[in-house]
């Protein structure tokens, strides 16, 4: 199966940056469709900071486009979300969001652990 690890959380100031990375891995061969950044403050729902699909194709949440940029290594299933001028309301747990095909049989959708990123003022 494939499997999510999520980095790079901590702790920074008001209108510091701060850069998460993510690595898909598994024992067999598989394919990746969609990369993204997903985020989640306390007593609020999951929302979508960033994706990034097979092509290349970003797409951002309004509330980070301009501030945030995701990109993609695929010799390394890697995905990577830099974050600039970061606000104190953007403090939550940050989850990596992976889907494609496992041997080219099953569809997976997969999360990570999550990583939390606390933005003070």
């Known amino acids: 199966q494939v499997q999510v690890v999520e980095s790079g959380g901590g702790s920074v100031q008001a209108g510091e940056s701060l850069t998460l990375s993510c690595v898909a891995s598994?024992?067999?061969?598989?394919?990746?469709?969609?990369m993204a950044w997903y985020r989640q403050a306390p007593g609020l729902q999951r929302e979508l900071v960033a994706n990034i699909r097979s092509g290349n194709m970003a797409n951002y949440a309004d509330s980070v486009r301009g501030r945030f940029t995701i990109s993609r290594d695929k010799a390394k299933n890697a995905v990577y979300l830099q974050m600039n001028d970061l606000k104190p309301e953007e403090t939550a747990v940050y989850y990596c969001?992976?889907?494609?095909?496992?041997?080219?049989?099953?569809?997976?959708?997969?999360w990570g652990q999550g990583t939390l990123v606390t933005v003070s003022s």
């Open positions: 969001n992976v889907d494609g095909h496992y041997e080219g049989v099953s569809y997976y959708n997969k």
């Open positions: 598994a024992e067999g061969i598989f394919s990746i469709y969609t």
